[in-house]
């Protein structure tokens, strides 16, 4: 069953973009309501107070209707959550719409658009392109790659954990959370981090990336983003300071990330197949 949503969750997330209805302002209304009836309350606390009850919902939904009519509608439930968690906005989408505007020259437009679709602001024109090879590495993991790997290690409460963990490093209108939460998604992201960047060798060129990963594999918490920014750019080129301004590496990284995610794919299933 594991592996039957994240496929199809993946395929639906790849060729459809129905970022539009992942609507997350009610976490942080819920969120709001917990620090009111804990007042005073650490914010770790508070965090665990909201996120809890979620997972622990999800986990008595599998206990009870897993079996119901053979788990089709634990099925649907399940591709339901998962393509929920994703996100929240479509990486393909944001990813397509950035390199457009990056292609076309004009700096300001392309900084704006950085701004809005991977919440990064990027002064200097010439450092655009990079770290839009950055952010596509960095976003593929925290959209989509996290979500899968916690789905597969905890079911829909590993999901749910890493989603709301995400909003909440991010939602302003909690800024006494923002803190413990960012500190509690580099932990839930140390892991698949590292996995994620060892799995560009194997999409890309396999003894650059290699190297790349030892050199930055033992790396802390705050190495998570270098180590696959660093990884991702040595899977697609071979020289990170002379870059193709063509449009010629953004679709390598794109092709790279496709090639990833099938072999996930194969993963899941293998593990599917063995458990």
């Not at 009610?26 to 606390?45: D, H, N, T």
């Not at 939904?61 to 968690?85: E, K």
């Not at 839009?132 to 925290?142: D, G, T, Y």
């Amino acid at each position: 069953m594991i592996f039957i949503v994240v496929l199809v969750a993946l395929l639906i997330e790849r060729f459809f973009d129905w970022s539009h209805l992942r609507q997350w302002g009610w976490f942080g209304a819920c969120e709001r309501f917990v620090m009111q009836k804990i007042p005073g309350g650490s914010p770790y606390l508070v965090l665990a107070a909201s996120i809890v009850p979620f997972m622990f919902a999800a986990g008595i939904g599998h206990y009870l209707f897993a079996d119901v009519l053979y788990g089709f509608p634990w099925l649907l439930v399940q591709l339901a959550v998962v393509l929920y968690c994703f996100g929240p906005k479509n990486l393909w989408a944001d990813s397509f719409a950035a390199m457009n505007a990056v292609s076309k020259g004009d700096a300001q437009a392309a900084a704006d658009k950085l701004q809005s679709t991977f919440q990064v602001s990027v002064s200097q024109p010439e450092a655009l392109q990079k770290e839009l090879i950055n952010q596509l590495f960095i976003s593929a993991n925290q959209r989509i790659f996290a979500v899968v790997f916690w789905y597969v290690i905890l079911g829909l409460p590993g999901a749910l954990l890493y989603r709301l963990v995400a909003i909440s490093s991010q939602v302003t209108t909690t800024p006494e959370i923002n803190s413990p939460a960012s500190t509690i998604m580099q932990i839930l992201d140390w892991l698949p981090v590292r996995i994620f960047s060892f799995l560009f060798a194997l999409g890309g060129n396999f003894t650059r990336v290699f190297t790349s990963w030892r050199k930055h594999v033992s790396m802390g918490l705050d190495g998570n983003d270098v180590l696959l920014s660093e990884c991702g750019l040595a899977a697609v080129s071979g020289d990170s300071e002379n870059l193709p301004r063509d449009g010629s590496l953004e679709k390598s990284a794109i092709g790279l990330l496709d090639r990833v995610f099938v072999i996930v794919l194969i993963i899941v299933l293998g593990i599917a197949l063995v458990t």
